[in-house]
Structure formats: structure tokens, C-alpha cells
């Protein structure tokens, strides 16, 4: 059964630091590019960023609210994503979700072909 | 960056009717363009990839269409299970972007 599983979660203060991890299964992790996408109370849904895969170099792309404070990692050999979040604003309490990608016919990823249940962050003081 | 404007933000509609969402773009993307439905508590599932190519699965009532700077997802007869979220993303180019999201409630 494929499924994305995300961690790490939890209360830090404004300016504090948290990893997050996504743990994928039931599929060949390192052929997919990865996203992160986040969901803040009563907002809508926001991109984070993006490790695109071995074959594409490991490329990240951020989303400029995080740029700088956000690194998205990916370990292979442990099927697993990670995003190091620092720097924490209030701004980015949110449900945190991990999704993944695999290419079509003509080698294109789109976002989100399977999700994780997401996790909670809370940047409070 | 590319700014999405989706409307309405929300509406309120009976089970059987037809509902439009509209989503335009600050600049021309092609057809790169997806939605998204989303249920409290879920992660999102999308329904529509590349603006108009149904994802497997769903259900035909949904259905979406346009290029270039305007795109429409089309719910024709809504049934119990459609009220939802519905979010539009725009994957022409960094950073991705969706729309605000259009929140269907039941009338």
C-alpha cells in the first residue's frame, strides 16, 4: 500500500527551529519529485517547495515566504523527505503535508499524485 | 511570481445544481493548471491536471476547461459528497501558486 507518513511536528516559539519528515512506502521513492504544501488556519492552501529527484539533480525550489528559512532534504536510501524549518514566524503555524510525484508519459511531474495526512505546526510564544 | 485569483470565495448550493469556480492568472500559462478538492481534516486530492484532463477515478460530473490567463472547474448535478474546498494551481513556473480556494457549502 503506498503511503506518505509526516512527522515531527509540535509547539516552537517565534524565531525557534523544527524538522519535519515525511516517510514514503509502498512506492519507489526515489524516482518521485517531492513537494511540501501547507495549510494555515482559515487560510488556503500554500505551496512550500519542491526536491525534484536523483535524475534531476536533487534541484530544491522554495516558495519566497520560506526561501531562506525553509531546506528541503531527501535521503533515498531511508525513503524518507525532511524540511528544516528555521527562523519560525508566527505566519507559519499550519498543517504541514508531504506529497509526491511521478512523471507522465512525456516526463512530466505534476503536484500531488498521492499525500500524506499532514502535521501540525504551531508557532507560538 | 504568478498571482491567482479565484472566485467566488465561496458560494452556497443545493444538491442536483451545476457549479462554476473561475480561476484567472496574472499571466498566460498555457494549459498547467490543476484543481484541487479538499474536505476538512484531509489532505487535498486533485481532481483536474493539466486544465483539463480528468484524474482517474473521478467522478465525470467534474470537469474542467480554459488556457492561457482563465480556467473554469464545472460541477454539474453536486452531490452530498462535493462540499468541499476547491483550490486551482498554477505549475507553469516558480513559485507555484494556487488560488484562494472556493469554499462549497451545502444551501
Known sequence: ?125 | DIQMTQSPSSLSASVGDRVTITCRTSQGIRNALDWFQQKPGKAPKRLIYAASSLQSGVPSRFSGSGSGTEFTLTITSLQPEDFATYYCLQHNSYPLTFGGGTKVEIK
Open chain 1, 1 to 125: 500500500e503506498l503511503q506518505l507518513v509526516e512527522s515531527g511536528g509540535g509547539l516552537v516559539q517565534p524565531g525557534g527551529s523544527l524538522r519535519l519528515s515525511c516517510a514514503g512506502s509502498g512506492f519507489t521513492f526515489s524516482d518521485h519529485f517531492m513537494d511540501w504544501v501547507r495549510l494555515a488556519p482559515g487560510k488556503g492552501l500554500e505551496w512550500v517547495g519542491r526536491s525534484r529527484n536523483k535524475v534531476n539533480s536533487y534541484t530544491t525550489e522554495y516558495a519566497a515566504s520560506v526561501r531562506g528559512r525553509f531546506t528541503i532534504s531527501r535521503d533515498d536510501s531511508k525513503n524518507s523527505l525532511h524540511l528544516q524549518m528555521d527562523s519560525l514566524k508566527t505566519e507559519d503555524t499550519a498543517v504541514y503535508y508531504c506529497a509526491g510525484s511521478y512523471s507522465d508519459s512525456s516526463g512530466y511531474y505534476y503536484v500531488g499524485d498521492y499525500w500524506g495526512q499532514g502535521t501540525l505546526v504551531t508557532v507560538s510564544s
